[in-house]
């Protein structure tokens, strides 16, 4: 949703109207004698680059931890997913946020996953899907259709295993026991009822150091949800 909040504080007419995932997707990676947070004082953390995603999420996990990350550990820029695992291999940093599915070649280099920061009680809009304001105005009954067959499918991912796990494997060469554990991190994050927050948007005007005066309610809309799950 950082586009998404970045093009409404600067005049685009678009709304989010749904979010399936309202907390940070990252797991924390680490060499493995790292075994709890405050292991990290002191040590390189690989990010993709400043004024990223990751970098913001990591800075806010390690705040929740009580360190401040401008003073107890060093950010060091080295790029995409694959480049953050490679020095994390090669000890050239000694961890690093990724993404879920990265969990199993975590595991298999002997890494340690350190925490998972949608464990964090931290609102903040991941996964969202956005239309035009005008499009809501002008065609609403589309819009609805759209929105209740994508949550329709959402309820069906979380609801059936044994027929998405057999689709997954279509796209991967991991083993059954690894897209379980790939299909059962992802089920924990996806919301069934999907109603986007003024909290997940908050943080994300925070991270961008937008303008404070940008009302999170400005960009979202609930109004396609029953009125007893809005916030």
Known sequence: AV???????SGIDL????????????????LPELQKPQDLKGKTLAISRFG????????????????????????????LTVARMAALQGRH??????????????QRMGLNVLADLSDLDVEYAHYTLVTRGSLIAENR????????????????HRAHPEAVIPY????????????????????????EDPVPTPGGVQTIIRSLKADK????????DTSFFPA???K
């Open 168 to 191: 997954l494997r279509k796209f991967s060469k991991q083993n059954d026991a690894e897209l379980k554990l790939v299909y059962e991190n992802l089920r924990k994050r996806i919301r």
């Open 141 to 156: 009954a589309l819009v609805e259709r759209f929105l209740k067959a994508y949550v329709d499918g959402i309820k069906f």
């Open 52 to 79: 990223s995603g990751d970098e913001f999420a990591t800075r806010e996990a390690l705040r929740r931890w009580g360190m401040d990350p401008d003073k107890d550990v060093r950010m060091l820029q080295v790029g």
């Open 213 to 220: 005066e940008l009302d999170p309610r400005r960009v979202i």
């Open 93 to 106: 940093v000694q961890a690093s946020l990724l993404s879920p599915p990265q969990i199993v070649e975590v």
């Open 228 to 230: 007893g799950t809005r």
């Open 3 to 9: 586009p998404v909040v970045a093009a409404v504080a």
């Open 15 to 30: 709304k989010i109207i749904a979010v399936f995932m309202n907390r940070f997707n990252y797991v924390m990676a680490t």
